[in-house]
Structures are given as structure tokens and as C-alpha cells.
């Protein structure tokens, strides 16, 4: 054999074999199961994107002797982003060990206060948006609304960008703490104790003296237990003699099917949705009191549930980063009894399901499986748009007011159902 046409063929090999690196394996394996996978609405190629970013692999694996996976991961995000499916997403593997954590409910992997905290430009702190129930954030008495000045005498810093790395460092060392706190006019000092909390969020009820119930859905993770405590907080909302019910929806990120499901058949006498993917139909829904599968005709029964119904009047608030499950838990009262909906348009993942996918490197991906479709066999839009569109007011609530619980509450006023003014 003439020694160039050896050498020729000794390099093509050592090419190939310099190509087969942890890097390269995970680009396959994601490439592999989107195309296996993905039943959405995007219409990219993934042929062009393999040999796209196979591209951008070799250019940042060329002077690696077999290129670790983390090389890889900035180039997956970019990959999976051009669906432009925000149900299809590349997760590293710290990120998608701690999704898995929220959607099953289990432990914090640090210690945690129970609180969303945001930045709102030209206020001083944090504001709290969100206190999640039976955390030491609760315990110590922190509210909605509330603003997070100081912590242990440190004022947080003026930069904003830096506000919310000061006080997670603070809070991870599990220490107590003392929260210099600004609630409207008032300032307060509490005392609280980071601990390692459960990612569960489940429903929770207040009732307000005008009688109109507020019932908050922080999230639908966690199959078998949302639904069902949105129907025993219905019964209960019903037994103390509410009028009315706000159903608040905000930052509701979405979770499990079934729950959003089951919860919506609280207010509806029949919940149902047709997944549509690549290969076959499912259905399933909520009826007379239990969840459901449908295969090829066949109806499964999932679980039974100690159904309520609520049949007074109803108000839902939405904002956009309201998505997936609740986003179908809202088109359900939107559609299924002409709800008000308040807010602002929702995330634009209400058309499809999702699964997640864990990867041989410890990563993951989120895709889209199927489309969702009604009963007559149309696909649901992408979001919910509100009936009466309004933004949070973050300065408002900062003083103490929540705009949009007001205007909601105002609407359920001027349906003339005699509830008693504050």
C-alpha cells in the first residue's frame, strides 16, 4: 500500500477516535433523544442542528484528549433553545438535580427561608412576593409585601444584581438571623432560623371578612396531593360561609397533569385532554370524582377523590410566568364557566405536555411530547390572555396593596352577590 494512502487512513481513524469523548457522547445521546422524542409545534431540523453545533463541539473540544461534558453543556442549551419551545429545554446537572427536588417535593439540598424575594428598581431591599406555608420565613411572621432591608445589622447591598447572592450566602449557613424588615410604614426586626425545608408547595386558603375566599396555588407538583387538597380547601371555603373565590395563579409554574387536572374539576363538572404525539393518541381527564387514563378506548381509573364543586362566582389571576398545568388549569374556568380572568398573558406553554429526561452524565432535558387538544380535537392556544389585562404593581405592594387581589375582589363586588364591604 503507497505510504501517503496509509497515513491517509491511519488519520481519518485518529480523527474518529479523537471525536469520541464524554462531550461528544452526551452531544449524541441529546440529539439522539429529541428525535425520538419531541412532539411539539417547532418545525426546526435536527439534522441541521446536529451538524451545527457538532461544529461548535469540535471548535471547543480541539485541544482536549477526550473532552469532558461540561464543555459540552453551553453548546446543548444553545442547541435546544432554537426550538423555541420554552417546554424544551438542557438542564446541567446541578440544575436538574434541584428541578427534580421541586417536582417531587422532597428536601432543600441547604438551608432556605420559604420566600421568593424580587428586585424592584428604586426600592430599597427585597421585596417578598411569595411565603410559602409552614417555613421558618412563615414562622417568623414575614409577609407578602414585606421588604428585606438588613440582615443581622448589614444593610443589603445598593447594588442591585448583588442583593440576592447576599442574602442566599447568609441564609445557607443555617445560622439564626435577625431581619431588619420594612412592612409599608412600618419597621420591624424578626427573628428567624434557616433550615432545610420541603420543596412542596401546596394550596393554601385565607378568608377575607367581605366572605370572598383567596385560594393561592403556589404550584401543581406533587401527583395525588394538589388536586385533592384543592377540593378539600373548596369544602372548607364552602363551610365557613364564603360568597365568593379568587383563585390566584401568579408564578405558578405549573407540575403534574393530573393535579391541574383534578384541581380545575372543582369548578367544573368535567376536565379533559387529548395528548397528541408522534406516534398515538392519550386521553385523560377528571370525572364524577376520579382521575383518568384512556388508552385506545379503554378508560383507566388513577384515583378517586372526595370531590367538592364550587358554584359561586369565581375570579382567576395570572401572570406571565403562570405556566404549563396552570395554564390548562386556567382555560378549564375560562372556557368551562366563562371565569374573569386578571392578569397578564400567560407563559405560552399551555399547549402541550412535557417529560423529563435524565442524562448518563447526571444532566437533563425537558421536551415537549405531544399537543393538547379539546375534546372536538383543536389544539388550545399557546396562553391564556386575561379578560382584564393588568400588570403587578410591585410599589404598590410594597405599601401594602395588592392590586390585583383589589380588583378582583372589586369585580366579585359588582356582581351583586351581597358581599359585605370591608
Known amino acids: 500500500m503507497d505510504s501517503r494512502r496509509l497515513w491517509g487512513v491511519v488519520w481519518v481513524l485518529w480523527a474518529g477516535l479523537a471525536l469520541a469523548s464524554p462531550a461528544q457522547d452526551l452531544l449524541d445521546e441529546v440529539s439522539r ?5 419531541y412532539g411539539g ?5 435536527l439534522q441541521e442542528l446536529k451538524q451545527k453545533y457538532q461544529g461548535e ?21 444553545a442547541l435546544v433553545a432554537e426550538y423555541g419551545d420554552r417546554h424544551t429545554r438542557y438542564f446541567t446537572p446541578e440544575d436538574y438535580a434541584e428541578i427534580q427536588r421541586r417536582l417531587a417535593g422532597s428536601s432543600s439540598s441547604r438551608p432556605q427561608l420559604g420566600v421568593q424575594l424580587q428586585v424592584v428598581s428604586g426600592l430599597e431591599g427585597l421585596l417578598v412576593v411569595e411565603v410559602s406555608a409552614h417555613t421558618p420565613a412563615e414562622e417568623a411572621g414575614l409577609r407578602r409585601g414585606d421588604r428585606i432591608l438588613a440582615i443581622n445589622g448589614e444593610a443589603l447591598p445598593q447594588a442591585e444584581g448583588e442583593r440576592i447572592e447576599f442574602v442566599r450566602e447568609r441564609v445557607a449557613l443555617g445560622a439564626p438571623l435577625k431581619l431588619t424588615v420594612q412592612r409599608a410604614q412600618q419597621r420591624l426586626e424578626l427573628e428567624v432560623l434557616p433550615r432545610i425545608i420541603s420543596l412542596r408547595q401546596l394550596p393554601t386558603l385565607s378568608l377575607r371578612p367581605d366572605r370572598v375566599a383567596v385560594l393561592r396555588i403556589p404550584s401543581f407538583s406533587g401527583y395525588q396531593q394538589v388536586g385533592p387538597r384543592i377540593h378539600e380547601l373548596v369544602r372548607q371555603a364552602q363551610a365557613a360561609g364564603a360568597q365568593a373565590m379568587v383563585i390566584d395563579l401568579r408564578n405558578n409554574g405549573g407540575g403534574v397533569l393530573s393535579e391541574c387536572l383534578v384541581g380545575a374539576g372543582a369548578f367544573v363538572k368535567e376536565t379533559y385532554r387529548r395528548l397528541q404525539d408522534n406516534l398515538r393518541a392519550s386521553e385523560q381527564g377528571f370525572k364524577e370524582g376520579y382521575y383518568y387514563l384512556r388508552f385506545g378506548g379503554r378508560e383507566r381509573p388513577q384515583y378517586e377523590v372526595q370531590a367538592a364543586y364550587w358554584t359561586g362566582p369565581v375570579v382567576v389571576l395570572v401572570n406571565e410566568r403562570t405556566a404549563s398545568c396552570a395554564e390548562y388549569f386556567t382555560f378549564d374556568l375560562q372556557e368551562g364557566r366563562q371565569a374573569p380572568v386578571i392578569g397578564q398573558p400567560t407563559a405560552g406553554v399551555g399547549n402541550t405536555a412535557t417529560v423529563f429526561l435524565r ?7 425537558q421536551i415537549t411530547t405531544s399537543r ?20 403587578d404593581d410591585w410599589y404598590a405592594l410594597a405599601e401594602g396593596r395588592d392590586l390585583l387581589l383589589e380588583k378582583a375582589v372589586e369585580l366579585l363586588m359588582s356582581a351583586d352577590i351581597g358581599l359585605e364591604r370591608e
Open 33 to 37: 433523544l429529541l428525535g425520538d422524542y
Open 41 to 45: 409545534f417547532s418545525q426546526v431540523r
Open 57 to 77: 463541539l469540535e471548535k471547543v473540544c480541539a485541544q482536549e484528549v477526550s473532552c469532558p461534558s461540561n464543555k459540552a453543556y453551553p453548546i446543548l442549551q
Open 359 to 365: 442524562l448518563s452524565d447526571g444532566s437533563g432535558l
Open 372 to 391: 393538547a387538544q379539546r375534546k372536538d380535537g383543536s389544539f388550545y392556544p399557546e396562553r391564556v390572555t386575561p379578560t382584564l389585562n393588568l400588570s
